[in-house]
């Protein structure tokens, strides 16, 4: 497993676990375990997804011992230089979750939705798009691939508001993902009836990819026809107090967004109390009503990456893929050193991925999923950024 290192359990209090990777320390959570301290286990997302024997542990970490020290010494090679807001940052990244960074895999599985958002490709009013709705035998398969050929112990599930994946199907490919792997499992399928949220908890999904999209109301409600942004966020907190993990965030560059609305995006981030944020830049899709409108400055989302993590030092910060589509190839490097601490690789099946169409010219736009997994480590390894979980700091 390249990119997933486990740790050792070195404390339990209160449901909370202290996971210890060589010296650092990291406090996660565990729902599905029974755990003694010693005990060797993998976590994800601040979630511990995975128990392991000493036996199957020791020989891993033999040989990350020597790695990860030196991934160490790159990170902070890399990190001691520069003035600007994004060299502190980083610097604060470095300080608050050490090395560590999060590599989720996403899996798109339909890119149908009854939403009809104006920015986004999806939108039930592009006619032009193709669709697509892969079979639950299908998603488990891609899972399977992510997992046992690809080494992820993280996969977000995403598709749009598509109501032919209700509750009872979600469940039942969550629960046979669950029934075969350890594996921390991330649904983002927006707005839909609480009931299928909590079937989906019962199945063991802990994490929710929901994104407020903007915390400026007028602008929200403009945007997305028909919703209201109170629901959105009631959905969120909702969410969060039954105990599911939250990754959410905005977009950046929306039509009539000022710096004062950055500023109280990245604010509303935290108090919903995120686990991860995730805020892209707005690229405009030439099928919707925003395809005239100016894509958002790559520039200022690092800077809006390097605000978030000096403001909130503890958080994971997601490099997005709409920001590495938008900067081009050196993007994702930028953001890790603007602060960014976690990654997110697209494992949709080749045959679909272009039709999961949120905006026009996604990464990756050519090679395997290995090949795209393998690009992604190679670069967290040049960073010295290490596969450990990045919990919060004890
Ligand atoms: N540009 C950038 N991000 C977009 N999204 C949808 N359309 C666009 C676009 N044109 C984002 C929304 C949504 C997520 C799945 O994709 O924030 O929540
Ligand atoms: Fe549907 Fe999400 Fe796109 Fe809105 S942003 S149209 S909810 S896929």
Known sequence: MCYAMPGRVTEISDGKVVVDYFGERRRVRNDF????????VYAQGGFIVQRISAAEAEPVLTTWKEYFAQLNKTDLRLASTGEDLRARANRVRREHTGNSSCVHGIIEFSNHCRADCLY?????????????????????????????KLGFKAIVLQSGEDAFFDGKTLSGIIARIMGKHPVLIVMSVGERDYSDYEAMYSAGARGALIRFET??????????????????????????SDGWIIMSGFIQGLPGQTEKDIAADIKLSESLGVEMMSFGPLIPHPDTPLAAAPPADFEKILDTIARARIMF?????????AAETLGGKEAARRALMAGANSV???????????????????????????????????????????????????
């Open 33 to 40: 375990f029974k755990l003694a301290v010693g005990d060797y």
């Open 120 to 148: 986004c490709g999806l939108r039930s009013s592009n006619k032009s798009l193709k669709r697509y709705r892969m079979t639950p035998g299908e998603i488990v398969a891609a899972a399977d691939y992510a997992i046992e």
């Open 215 to 240: 915390s400026n109301p007028v602008i929200y409600e403009k945007l997305r026809p028909g919703r209201r942004q109170a629901e959105r966020l009631s959905l969120i907190k909702r969410l969060k």
């Open 313 to 321: 030092p503890e958080l994971r910060i997601l490099v997005t893929t």
């Open 344 to 394: 997110m690789v697209n494992l949709t099946p080749p045959e679909y991925s272009g039709l999961y169409s949120l905006y026009p010219g996604r990464v990756p736009v050519a090679g395997s999923r290995g090949e795209a997994v393998a690009e992604t480590v190679k670069m967290l390894r040049e960073m010295g950024r290490a596969p450990s979980d990045i919990g919060s700091t004890e």
